[in-house]
Nanobody, 117 residues
Framework: QVQVEESGGGLVQPGESLRLSCAAS????????MGWYRRAPGSQYELVAI???????RYADSAKGRFTVSRGNAENTVFLEMNNLKPEDTAVYYC???????????WGQGTQVTVSS
């Protein structure tokens, strides 16, 4: 069993910053990638940022230049630094871990990010 837990969401004003954290634990074999997805009300899930085991990263166009995904020093941790937040960034943000060994995706419960004046 694998547990994924996010933290760091909240309510901020436009232009402010937030840092999301994610830690995964349990029966993890080979981490292929860890990343962040989000779902806004009435919208589908979308990829925000992902970091692969080789260190390569991928960002949604909306996140480029404002968000940074990085791995923590602790095993199976990942962060999302979000700067210059906009109201359209409002969503529930989910952390994902992809296990290369068994092809499983593991998800956290999500953390709410609200950007509003």
């Amino acid at each position: 069993q694998v547990q994924v837990e996010e933290s760091g969401g909240g309510l901020v004003q436009p232009g402010e910053s937030l840092r999301l954290s994610c830690a995964a634990s349990g029966d993890i074999r080979v981490v292929g990638s860890m990343g962040w997805y989000r779902r806004a009300p009435g919208s589908q899930y979308e990829l925000v940022a992902i970091i692969f085991s080789n260190g390569n990263t991928r960002y949604a166009d909306s996140a480029k230049g404002r968000f940074t995904v990085s791995r923590g020093n602790a095993e199976n941790t990942v962060f999302l630094e979000m700067n210059n937040l906009k109201p359209e960034d409002t969503a529930v943000y989910y952390c994902n871990l992809y296990d290369d060994y068994n092809g499983n995706d593991y998800w956290g419960q999500g953390t709410q990010v609200t950007v509003s004046s």
